[in-house]
């Protein structure tokens, strides 16, 4: 399974960046599609995740009420949109899959991307 991850770049405090995320190889449609994200110096951790039909989605609290995750699933890509950006939000953002399960918690990615540079200046 190969992700490709685009849309990162530099965006000053308040602004927005939208991240998109394709799947490709032997992705599974009904997998869970999400990102992950680490600042310099930290470890990996959660941003938010989607199921396959859209039905259920997952935050990170840190991000909730200004990121938005979203997914097309007949073209296996995942979008995430994010508004209100502020320099804790800097870091490199992975794109991940993996199988779904009954509650979020369990989610575990399978696979990862190369991940996607994000800066938010003050």
């Known amino acids: 399974v190969q992700l490709q991850a685009s849309g990162g770049g530099l965006v000053q405090a308040g602004g927005s960046l939208r991240l998109s995320c394709a799947a490709s190889?032997?992705?599974?449609?009904?997998?869970?599609m999400g990102w992950f994200r680490q600042a310099p110096g930290e470890e990996r951790g959660f941003v938010a995740a989607?199921?396959?039909?859209?039905?259920?989605?997952n935050y990170a609290d840190s991000v909730k009420g200004r990121f938005t995750i979203s997914r097309d699933s007949a073209k296996n890509t995942v979008y995430l949109q994010m508004n209100s950006l502020k320099p804790e939000d800097t870091a490199v953002y992975y794109c991940?899959?993996?199988?779904?399960?009954?509650?979020?918690?369990?989610?575990?990615?399978?696979?990862w991307g190369q991940g996607t540079q994000v800066t938010v200046s003050s």
């Open positions: 989607i199921t396959w039909n859209s039905d259920s989605t």
């Open positions: 190889g032997r992705a599974r449609p009904r997998d869970v």
């Open positions: 991940v899959t993996g199988s779904p399960t009954l509650v979020w918690a369990r989610f575990s990615p399978k696979y």
